[in-house]
């Protein structure tokens, strides 16, 4: 082995990966030349530096802090109003718009009790460095919407998110009607009634509108903030303790959570993040960890549950299954809306003028033109639903702080004779300006 | 492949600042060990790189080279660090108690500019000495969790520790200065 062959292999035979006879044949050259020695002892000491910098740093685990106090400074800078603009300045979508306002949720408005402070102190302490955690909660939510989407009128159903923390995150939640992965590649949702998916390449840290429970799952973060907010501010939290059927004693800490929506906003208490609620956290209290959360939605007779997250699994074993997705092989593939000739005119209708095309052609079962508006494929229980329809009335379009989309009111009369009334979504694409149905079928 | 810095930052100007959460999972071990280089307390550092990364997500507006993230979150850090050391300083004055302070770091001062000269490197090049390092991954784990042979690994670290003396040689650095007397 002469000079250059033994210094490409130099750092191979210091991690010691370099085959059998290479390694002797670099070793005695070693051994004879002074210069590779050098060369190999400053590579060395390169490479203890570095080891030891790393060492420094082994324990280090900020993410869930980082992430907490980002929400925390989001909503101490701003008014929640002002900071919505800023997100709608950015392009955010109603659901991650919901995703900042949970950033008021954590909102208190006098001053915290101490006891609570250190229990939920002692929680988020108990929650730090992760692996993994696997949320079982019920939530009063239509099956196959939005993840979002809360309805004091609803059944509870069955949501789920697990989720590995590290280097390369992965996660999946769940409900009835709709899950999506993230493999640390690649981001999917899937649709089941609908038989459609929708792939983003790329790994997100919370997309499709499950942001709220990410930032549940960041256990550290999100008690951490409440603290910060309940000292900076003051707080509503309240501390209580029962004792279970184990004789194990538990604390329970009570706050009042803003969304900093106006009364009377389209979007106020349609969605976890967007709603006024009262948020009840239990604990054990000699681990500290968190094992339960209560949120009730205050109502004008009652407060009503709407969200009962009742299972919290730390460092879980998570088969890596769990982050694959199977999909039926005739799914429809929710695309990107691709440039074309017609976008400008398109692009330059009103919301209304969108949302009365895209009836019209529903109601002469044009499905190509009605495609140019819909995201989604155009099944047989759509056409089903809206074919043939007759619109009754057209409203003026309204909006709401916590979206980007336009609403616009509507009255149809479908094909059975029914008469619907509600308000159609429609938001503007990035991409071409084009409106698509957003909701409000 | 994990998505570039470029693609981390554009994601979260574009709407998902959850995606900031990568870049915190990819940078907080360098940028804690930048930093408890310079602070010499663990507890500090940590706190200076929470703060860190605070003021990076919300500048990431103004960051004109996304590509750049590493160098400019260290840029950020070492303006930490100085407030900090300020804020030290006069707490020296006024409290006793400072010289006792935790200097279990005190060792690594030497090596304030080893991040600044990673930071420096081409951005596969930061990521495998990231990988190698600071997430304590054998040459083989790095080469799994990239989909790449060992022997790419091993070449690329080469390239990168290459690199990385060049960058050390041109700062105040002793390896530096050892290593420019032994060179032929």
């Keep these: 082995m002469n000079c250059l062959e033994c210094q490409e292999n130099l750092v191979a035979y210091l991690e010691g990966v370099l085959e059998e006879q290479a390694s002797v044949g670099c070793r005695e050259h070693l051994d004879a030349c002074p210069a590779c020695r050098q060369e190999r002892d400053a590579l060395a ?19 869930g802090r980082v992430m907490g106090r980002i929400r925390d400074t989001q909503s101490e800078s701003h008014t929640t109003m002002q900071t919505i603009k800023t997100l709608l300045r950015w392009g955010l979508g109603c659901g991650a718009a919901a995703g900042l306002v949970l950033a008021a949720v954590l909102l208190f408005s006098t001053k915290g009790e101490a006891l609570a402070s250190e229990m939920m102190t002692k929680g988020a302490q108990a929650a730090r460095r992760l692996t993994g955690v696997h949320l079982v909660c019920r939530v009063r939510t239509a099956p196959a919407d939005n993840f979002a989407h809360i309805d004091p009128k609803m059944d509870f159903v069955p949501v789920e998110l697990w989720k590995e923390f590290g280097a390369l995150p992965k996660w999946r939640v769940e409900k009835p009607g709709r899950v999506a992965v993230m493999d640390g590649q690649s981001t999917l949702l899937y649709l089941r009634a609908a038989n459609a998916a929708l792939k983003v390449p790329k790994p997100s840290g919370a997309a499709f509108d499950t942001s709220w429970l990410h930032e549940l799952a960041d256990i550290d973060g999100t008690l951490s903030a ?44 349609a969605f976890f993040n967007t709603a006024d609620t009262r948020r009840v956290y239990r604990f054990d209290e000699q681990t500290g960890r968190l094992e339960a959360l209560q949120v009730f939605l205050h109502a004008p007779a009652r407060d009503v549950l709407v969200v009962e997250v009742d299972r919290i699994e730390y460092n ?79 409203g003026d379009s309204f909006t709401s702080a916590a979206s980007n989309a336009r609403f616009v009111p509507y009255e149809l009369q479908l094909k059975g004779g029914t008469v619907k009334t509600h308000n159609l979504a429609l938001k503007r694409t990035g991409q071409t300006g084009r409106w698509v149905v957003d909701g409000g079928l | 492949m994990d998505a570039t810095d470029q693609e981390c930052v554009e994601r979260c100007r574009n709407g998902e600042p959850d995606d900031f959460r990568f870049l915190v999972e990819r940078y907080q071990k360098p940028l804690f060990a930048y930093l408890a280089g310079r602070l010499r307390d663990r507890s500090l550092a940590e706190e200076a790189t929470q703060e860190s990364f605070v003021r990076a997500f919300f500048a990431l507006r103004r960051l004109q080279k996304p590509g750049s993230f590493h160098a400019w979150l260290l840029g950020i850090g070492g303006r930490v660090a100085h407030e900090f050391q300020r804020r030290a300083s006069r707490q020296v004055a006024t409290d006793p108690a400072w ?35 600071y997430d304590e991954l054998s040459c083989q784990q790095v080469a799994d969790r990239l989909n790449l042979p060992l022997g790419t690994v091993t070449k690329t670290l080469s390239r990168a520790y290459a690199e990385l003396r060049q960058h050390l040689r041109s700062s105040v650095d002793p390896e530096a200065a050892v290593h420019s007397e032994i060179k032929p």
Aim: aromatic share 8%; glycine share 6%; proline share 5%.
């Design chain 1, 316 to 394: 879980p074993s998570l088969d890596a299954g769990l982050f694959q997705l199977a999909l039926p092989q005739n799914v429809g593939w929710i695309e990107e809306p691709k440039a074309a000739p017609d976008d400008p005119q398109y692009a330059a209708m009103t919301a209304e003028q969108a949302a009365r095309a895209f009836f019209e052609a529903c109601g002469r079962e044009d499905w190509g033109e009605v495609a140019k508006f819909w995201p989604l494929p155009v099944d047989d229980q759509f056409k089903g639903f809206l074919g043939g329809l007759k619109v009754l009335k057209l």
């Design chain 2, 99 to 133: 010289e006792f302070a935790d200097h279990e770091v005190a060792a690594d001062r030497e090596d304030d500019h080893l991040e600044e000269a990673i930071a420096a490197l081409p951005e596969s090049y930061q990521q495998m000495i990231l990988l190698r390092f």
């Design chain 1, 45 to 63: 000491r390169l490479q203890q530096r570095l080891t030891t910098r790393g060492q420094v740093a082994a324990e280090v685990s900020l993410v």
């Design chain 1, 226 to 269: 409440e603290v910060r907010l309940a000292q900076s501010k003051g707080s509503t939290l309240e501390l209580r303790r029962e004792t279970d059927a184990s004789g194990a004693t538990k604390a329970i800490v009570t706050l009042e959570a803003k969304s900093g929506l106006p009364d009377g906003d389209y979007l106020k208490n």
